[in-house]
């Protein structure tokens, strides 16, 4: 996902490129399991302090569900929008002053290459929720046995109370 950009560079203000992506992101981080290529349409934009990258990106990635612990498949669209900026003059070839909060991410390399795998990468981890569902009225597991309640009922007592709550029902059933 690199892209020499130098010509872009050397473009006035208000310049775009338009790419289609149909990438294979599975060597991006061990955490994202994609199921299908990442695809999508990017723009570049010539901007005053670099190049603007815009675009619609979607793949499915398989997932864990935090209820009953089953893989699915859960699709992911995200919008990129981010902007880079170059640490050489195109035409100099002279390091240029970076602000102190810029990330390595977004710097174009000294050979004009934009490369979007790590921002990629990012926005991909904040695009998948913190408690994936495989669906969402998922019944879990039974806390005893530990079968899937999806699949079927247990025969498993689960009117159980918590130890550190039969003051309580005490307390309820008193003032009945």
Do not use: W
């Not at 990635?61 to 498949?73: H, K």
């Not at 490369?115 to 998922?138: G, H, T």
């Not at 806390?143 to 025969?155: K, R, W, Y």
């Amino acid at each position: 996902m690199r892209y020499n950009v130098a010509q872009l560079l050397k473009a006035q203000s208000g310049q775009t490129r338009q790419y289609t992506l149909h990438e294979d992101i599975s060597h991006l981080d061990p955490d994202i399991v994609p199921l299908t290529m990442l695809d999508g349409d990017i723009q570049f934009i010539r901007s005053v302090d670099g190049i603007f990258v815009f675009g619609t990106l979607h793949t499915s990635l398989e997932l864990t569900c935090v209820r009953c612990l089953t893989q699915f498949a859960l699709p992911l669209e995200f919008t990129l929008e981010e902007e880079f900026r170059p640490t050489i003059d195109v035409y100099t070839g002279v390091a240029l002053p970076l602000p102190p909060d810029d990330e390595v991410a977004t710097q174009i390399d000294a050979h004009h290459e934009l490369d979007l795998a790590e921002v990629i990468r990012q926005n991909l981890l904040l695009a998948i929720p913190l408690q994936p569902l495989c669906r969402s009225k998922c019944a879990g597991l039974c806390p005893v046995c530990g079968q899937n309640l999806n699949e079927g009922s247990c025969d498993c007592r689960t009117t159980e109370i918590d130890p550190r709550l039969e003051k309580l029902k005490a307390l309820l059933e008193d003032e009945l």
